[in-house]
């Protein structure tokens, strides 16, 4: 059948191919996409076994381990305004946009496309084309400053090139988050042509269309052009650095990622990087404190048991050859420099009052897993915060996403003012007062 071409033979990153059906191709994967997020593991095994690519089905397996929600897309946005034309203009994706428009952009008016330009983390830092598309994307939060990185939205061109370090096509359904279903897109990295290292993705996206080989073959010669362009700014630039820190690009402070995920990321100068826990651990509670800590008051930060003196100057030496030397400063420790956290866009939003943006951005607990006592300590100031002001608001819609996270999920004051802002009247209300009804059973509530 023609969905056995597309997906079993030829260039596996091409999601449709001459001659498929696509009507066909389009229900076979959603059909594959319902079975795979239903939560049965022997239904999971079967959306397995259908004929769905295997880079999308590997993407698919991702997304679920990293927790993300096939039934929504985040709505916040980790840069605006004047932050995010400040992170663009020291960006070196900066210096091929002028090459995208020329070949992407000023062709595609009317078209119903979008090419976005990315950084290495999934940012999207410009999206441009097609304005009655541009309108369109916004339901689904395609918007420059918004992270569509796997670990954010799941399966997506531009998030899946970044993880794979491939050209790659997303096709409608192929998707992990619903909400994009209607939509398909082509995308590619982006390297520096002197280290090889990502810096960024160039995408198209738009309809149906999008998913065919010819449309890859276009992102695939732009990226060519753009790295071409980078290499010939190098060498008529010598003290042109794309990436390191600081460089004479003015990049953006580095980012640390702990909310919610067992593996914490750090962005350094467009770089993405796996920290483990511990180092993690370091650079959060440094960053909360920057007047800085003694190796004492540290090693008790992190372990009841007090590590020993050789210990922290030990890890501190492996957190320098990933952070940077120039960044951490000794005596007492501390960050040379600003580090910026999902923590801390959780804790501006809350001291500004505004409860929604705080649960936007609240990705789930600080480092789950964790056990040092200062991280500990501030993974339950966050939630304490997070719940009142949850609490305080009284909102409908976010007592009814907090109590769909493994925070409020057993949280029966939470439920109980979610019961109370539901017309009693509604299908809704009785849902919520039933499951109340199992938390008194359960807990003696």
Same mark, same amino acid.
């Given at each position: ?19 498929? %059906? ?25 959306? !397995? ?11 698919? *397996? ?6 993300? /929600? ?7 946005? %980790? ?24 070949? *992407? ?15 290495? &983390? ?8 097609? &304005? ?18 796997? %670990? ?46 990502? *810096? ?16 890859? !073959? *276009? ?16 060498? /008529? ?10 460089? @004479? ?106 409860? !929604? ?15 040092? @006592? ?72």
């Amino acid at each position: 059948m023609a969905l056995q071409s597309s997906t079993q033979h030829g260039n596996p990153w091409v999601a449709v191919r001459p001659g498929d %059906d696509v009507a066909e191709l389009a229900r076979t994967v959603s059909s594959a996409h319902r079975a795979f997020v239903s939560g049965d593991e022997a239904i999971r095994q079967d959306a !397995a076994d259908r004929t769905v690519r295997s880079v999308v089905l590997d993407s698919w *397996l991702r997304s679920r381990d990293r927790g993300v /929600n096939p039934d929504l897309v985040g709505d916040q946005l %980790d840069l605006d305004g004047l932050e995010l034309d400040r992170y663009r203009a020291g960006h070196p994706m900066a210096l091929i946009r002028p090459v995208v428009r020329q070949l *992407l952009v000023e062709d595609i008016a009317d078209t119903g496309l979008l090419v976005a330009i990315s950084d290495a &983390s999934g940012r999207l830092l410009w999206v441009e084309g097609d &304005s009655a598309a541009r309108d369109r994307a916004v339901a689904m939060h395609f918007v420059e400053g918004a992270d569509w990185s796997e %670990d954010r939205v799941g399966t997506n061109a531009p998030g899946t090139a970044l993880a794979v370090d491939q050209c790659v096509q997303i096709f409608g359904a192929e998707h992990f988050s619903s909400v994009v279903h209607d939509w398909s897109c082509s995308a590619a990295p982006v390297h520096d042509p002197t280290t090889g290292r990502i *810096l960024g993705a160039i995408d198209i996206t738009g309809g149906p269309q999008v998913a065919e080989p010819q449309v890859l !073959a *276009l992102v695939r010669a732009t990226v060519a052009a753009a790295e071409a362009e980078l290499r010939l700014q190098l060498l /008529n630039s010598p003290g042109l650095h794309l990436l390191g820190a600081p460089g @004479p690009l003015g990049e953006a402070p580095p980012r640390l990622s702990v909310l919610g995920s067992e593996r914490p990321t750090l962005v350094v100068g467009g770089d993405r990087i796996a920290l483990s826990r511990r180092h993690a651990e370091i650079l959060l509670l440094l960053a909360a404190r920057p007047e800085g800590v003694s190796g004492d008051q540290l090693a008790v930060l992190l372990d009841e048991s007090e590590l020993d003196s050789v210990t922290i100057r030990a890890e501190m030496s492996r957190l320098r050859k990933v952070f940077g030397a120039e960044r951490l400063q000794s005596r007492p420790y501390r960050l040379r420099g600003d580090l910026d956290t999902d923590v801390a866009d959780v804790g501006r939003a809350l001291d500004r009052g505004d409860a !929604a943006a705080a649960l936007a951005a609240y990705r789930g607990p600080v480092l789950p897993g964790s056990v040092a @006592p200062g991280v500990e300590e501030m993974r339950d100031e966050l939630r304490v915060r997070m719940r009142a002001a949850l609490l305080r608001s009284g909102d409908q819609s976010l007592l009814a996403r907090w109590t769909a996270t493994p925070d409020g999920r057993e949280d029966s004051a939470a439920w109980s003012a979610y019961l109370s802002s539901i017309d009693r009247r509604s299908a809704m209300y009785d849902q919520v007062r039933a499951r109340i009804a199992i938390f008194d059973e359960q807990f003696g509530h």
